[in-house]
C-alpha cells in the first residue's frame, strides 16, 4: 500500500510479536504519542485492543505478504474478481478475510489462504479487457488475465463449450497474445470451428 509511514521499520498492517504479550498483534495506527501503537491481537474475533512501544515490536520470520486494505485476487489466470483484505490471522497457515463486491452491488467475504493471493491495484483492473460477445445462438467474454505468467494474455469463452473456454486442440485454454487474436478464434468458433483453430504464434499453448 503506497505512502504508508513506517516507524522502526514497521508499518500499519504488518503481523508481529509484541514483548510481553502472548500471541500475533496487528499494526492498527499510530497513537498521537511518538513512537506507540494502537495494535489488535490478530485473530477473526475478540481482538482485543491495546497499545504497543515500537521497541516492543518483533517482526515475524514468516509474517504474510498482505495487508490489510490490500486490493487482492485469487492467484488464477481465470480470476479477475478482487476483494479487499479485512483482518489477517494464522489458521495453521496464515489466511486472509476478502470482502467482495459483484457488478450487482451484492458483497460478501471470503476466507483465503494468503500463498493464493496477489496484490493488485484499481489501474490493473481497470485496463484489463472483458468484453461480452455474441454471435447467433453463442454467448460468451473475452477477458484479459491480471495475474500469473498469463497475465496481459486473453481467453475466449462460450456458454456452449464443454470447457466454458475455447479451445484450439485438446481441453487446454487457448490464450490469445491480443485481443484481435480472440477476436479470431471467436468468429472460428461462431462459424462451426471450421478447418484448425487459427494460430497464435506469440502465445504458444500452455494450460493454466
Known sequence: MPGLVMWGGFRK??????????GEW???SHTPAPGVWRIEAARPKDRAPAEARTVELRALADA?????????????????????????YRLGRWVAEAAHTGADGHTWGLVDDVERLVVVTHEQ???????????????????QAVVTRHA????VTCRCSPTIDLCRAGRATAWCSSVEAAWSL???????????????FASPETTA
Do not use: C
Open 152 to 155: 496481459g494474455k486473453f481467453r
Open 26 to 28: 496487528e499494526l492498527m
Open 125 to 143: 483492473l481497470d485496463a484489463a479487457v472483458q468484453l461480452d460477445v455474441e454471435a447467433g445462438a453463442h454467448r460468451g467474454r473475452i477477458i
Open 13 to 22: 498492517g504488518d503481523i508481529v510479536a509484541v514483548q510481553g504479550r502472548r
Open 64 to 88: 504474510p505478504q498482505v495487508r490489510r486494505g490490500d486490493l487482492v485476487v485469487q492467484n488464477f489466470p481465470e480470476q479477475v474478481l478482487a476483494g479487499t483484505v479485512g483482518h489477517v
Open 186 to 200: 471467436w468468429d472460428w468458433h461462431t462459424t462451426g470451428e471450421v478447418g484448425p483453430a487459427p494460430a497464435d
